[in-house]
């Protein structure tokens, strides 16, 4: 049951993530992988922080800290991956996504941790 809950919970925490990503450059008409204006790119950090630690914290929340822990490390590879794939294009959403969106993530499964934590001494 734990092992159902920690893919489950992943799922939901990386989904949330990739969908909104995707929502974001769909709704506003920029490119993720063409060079973009400084605002836009600033814009994109920081809706990817919010929706990486929202992401990180529902993980965790439903499948544990490792759970919350791997949506960080799949939004690392999954970055990697995409700009060892594809050299052509300048790489600031995967830089984005390296620096700032899995720290977010990670970040998210600790305030979950210790939320319960806070909630069994309280």
Do not use: E
């Not at 992401?55 to 439903?62: H, K, L, S």
């Amino acid at each position: 049951m734990k092992a159902l809950l920690a893919v489950a919970g992943f799922l939901a925490g990386y989904g949330l993530s990739v969908v909104s990503g995707i929502a974001l450059f769909q709704l506003s008409g920029h490119a993720p992988h063409f060079a973009q204006p400084f605002w836009f790119m600033a814009m994109t950090a920081v809706y990817g922080v919010a929706f990486s630690i929202a992401g990180g914290y529902i993980a965790t929340w439903i499948g544990g800290y490792g759970a919350g822990f791997a949506v960080g490390v799949a939004t690392f590879v999954v970055a990697m991956l995409s700009a060892l794939g594809d050299r052509s294009h300048p790489h600031w959403s995967q830089v984005v996504a390296l620096v700032f969106m899995c720290p977010a993530a990670v970040l998210g499964a600790k305030l979950r941790v210790r939320r319960q934590a806070g909630r069994r001494l309280g």
